[in-house]
């Protein structure tokens, strides 16, 4: 079972480590990577502890991310037929 529910909204983006966080009753920190999150992830781990969350998110407001930066670099979706 999970520790706790919460808003990605409520967690930090850390530049060092490229992924939300939130801070861990062990006074680590939960994780979780952008990438995670486009593929659907909802479960934010503490690495130094067994604790785990679920992040409560949009999927498209991070696949809509992906698309916005697919077409700032020039780059077209593949489509598969």
Request: charged share 25%; aromatic share 10%.
């Amino acid at each position: 079972m999970s520790y706790d529910d919460v808003e990605i909204e409520d967690m930090e983006w850390n530049e060092e480590l490229q992924a939300y966080t939130y801070p861990c009753p062990c006074g680590d920190l939960f994780q979780i990577t952008k990438d995670d999150l486009k593929l659907g992830e909802e479960i934010a781990r503490c690495p130094s502890c067994s604790l785990y969350i679920t992040v409560i998110y949009n999927i498209e407001d991070f696949l809509a991310d992906s698309d916005q930066n697919r077409q700032n670099k020039g780059l077209q979706p593949l489509t598969v037929a």
